[in-house]
């Protein structure tokens, strides 16, 4: 697992990968990202009576941003690559994106009611990109009537993921972020973990080898998102509250 994680997204090169890429249509991440964002939908429209402003930290090329589009007031975006914002702005992601540095102060907002969003951020970033994350949510959720904290863990431990590790694939990066470690987290930084969602039981070669494949999407997105499901998914969004 490379060690300059978030400096890898400086590179337009690798940006435009990551955009044209790993979320192309039809795509085993593109998939998990539209019954991420079915979800998402759902639960913000139930769970705010008003439309709530949204923050998206690590907001890369704006794909939370465009999930929630015509369901909040008003999208924020901040990201530490001026590549990935760049990117946004291209593809005309909604809302306003912010430059922000990888160290020093971090924005806040007064407006409520508010939703902070964190997606493909946690598993690999540093122990101090996770708090400094943590930090920028807590700063815009104040308390526990300010909104709520959504986080994603896209390599949960115990799950069949775990196997391309056993397997000893080359190439793969291989970071396991467990359960008890983000709710450690929240804890660290004054919030509580309120719901856990699955979105993806099987791995991305389900999607791609025959015969899995043309079975492996509907399978998939029924059983990832039961209760069984979500205790075993590799790909788990975490929604927390301030204590």
Request: charged share 25%; with cysteine; aromatic share 10%.
């Amino acid at each position: 697992m490379p060690t300059n994680y978030t400096a890898v997204f400086q590179d337009p090169k690798a940006v435009e990968k990551y955009a044209e890429e790993t979320y192309a249509a039809g795509t085993f991440s593109s998939q998990v990202s539209r019954r991420q964002e079915e979800w998402l939908r759902g639960f913000v429209t139930e769970a705010f009576d008003t439309a709530p402003v949204h923050h998206d930290f690590a907001c890369g090329t704006g794909r939370a941003m465009r999930m929630l589009e015509g369901v909040v007031a008003e999208s924020h975006g901040y990201d530490t690559s001026e590549a990935m914002l760049s990117k946004a702005r291209s593809i005309g992601t909604p809302g306003v994106l912010h430059h922000i540095g990888e160290i020093g102060g971090l924005p806040t907002s007064a407006k409520r009611p508010a939703i902070v969003t964190m997606f493909r951020l946690l598993l690999n970033a540093s122990p101090q990109v996770r708090d400094r994350a943590l930090e920028f949510a807590a700063g815009m959720l104040p308390d526990a009537d300010a909104g709520v904290l959504i986080c994603e863990n896209h390599g949960h431990s115990r799950s069949l993921r775990k196997l391309r590790k056993v397997l000893g694939r080359p190439g793969d990066w291989f970071r396991e972020l467990s359960h008890p470690e983000v709710e450690g987290l929240f804890e660290r930084h004054g919030f509580e973990l309120a719901t856990v969602q699955g979105f993806t039981l099987l791995t991305r070669g389900f999607y791609e080898r025959p015969p899995f494949k043309w079975v492996a999407p509907a399978v998939d997105s029924a059983l990832a998102r039961s209760r069984w499901g979500t205790r075993y998914a590799s790909d788990v969004l975490y929604v927390a509250r301030r204590m």
